[in-house]
């Protein structure tokens, strides 16, 4: 989970989830994407460069890439919260997704 997200949200606690800042804050996106390939992960992120590398490869690692800007955390908490079990199901199926304040789009 890309170090720019909160480490603490209700769902993302219990042992599914990796924050980056877990395993060093100075990784380097490759060391990351190496890293979710290895473990089977999916990425997490707002940093564009993820979902770039995903559209020319094939998982693992998949992709979540929120582009819903810059909101308070509260409301990233409550957007989240509202959407995250369809993100997550359309990740199962996808190799990316893109995350929208007004729409999810997925890539196969």
């Given at each position: 989970?890309?170090?720019?997200l909160?480490?603490y949200f ?6 599914k ?13 490759e060391?990351?994407w190496?890293?979710?390939r290895?473990?089977?992960?999916t990425?997490i992120?707002?940093?564009s460069?993820?979902s770039?590398r995903?559209?020319m ?18 409301q990233?908490?409550?957007f ?6 369809e993100?997550?199901k359309?990740?199962e ?7 929208y ?8």
């Amino acid at each position: 989970m890309d170090v720019n997200l909160p480490y603490y949200f209700s769902f993302w606690e219990g042992g599914k989830f990796v924050h980056q800042a877990d395993l060093g804050d100075t990784w380097s996106d490759e060391r990351i994407w190496k890293y979710a390939r290895k473990h089977n992960l999916t990425v997490i992120t707002k940093d564009s460069d993820f979902s770039n590398r995903i559209i020319m490869t094939n998982p693992p690692p998949k992709v979540i890439h929120l582009k819903i800007g810059n909101i308070k955390l509260n409301q990233l908490y409550e957007f989240l919260t509202k959407h995250w079990d369809e993100i997550l199901k359309l990740s199962e199926k996808s190799k990316l997704v893109n995350v929208y304040e007004d729409k999810l789009y997925s890539i196969d």
